[in-house]
């Protein structure tokens, strides 16, 4: 049987190639606070932020141009999201209210 080299080895690089990162080795170093440099990590940051708010731009314009492709990959990791912010909020509102109740019951 006569196998094409060039598809097999295709396939070989296929497999080994990374998938592309949102955050950069640097970028990520430095939001996770492992950057050192204080003016690197300040560049990082920077960049890594015009990353973020152009990515928000790009996913409500996909969302309002193209809804089934929002719909299947982006809409999954936006309610991801939102669930772990309601998550905090419902957390943080339950710490105020203890608050609330303890500065009540000590003016008693």
């Known amino acids: 049987m006569y196998t094409v080299p060039y598809m097999t080895q295709a396939t070989e690089r296929a497999d080994t190639v990374s998938q592309p990162k949102f955050f950069p080795d640097g970028e990520m170093k430095a939001l996770l606070g492992e950057e050192e440099n204080s003016n690197t990590r300040s560049s990082a940051i920077?960049?890594?932020s015009e990353r973020a708010e152009n990515a928000v731009e790009q996913v409500r314009k996909i969302r309002q141009e193209n809804p089934?492709?929002?719909?299947?990959y982006l809409k999954p990791l936006c309610e991801e999201e939102i669930e772990e912010r309601?998550?905090?909020?419902e957390d943080r509102v339950q710490t105020l209210e203890a608050n609330l109740e303890d500065t009540e019951n000590a003016d008693d």
Do not use: T
């Open 86 to 89: 309601i998550l905090r909020l």
């Open 46 to 48: 920077s960049r890594a």
């Open 68 to 72: 089934e492709f929002y719909d299947q």
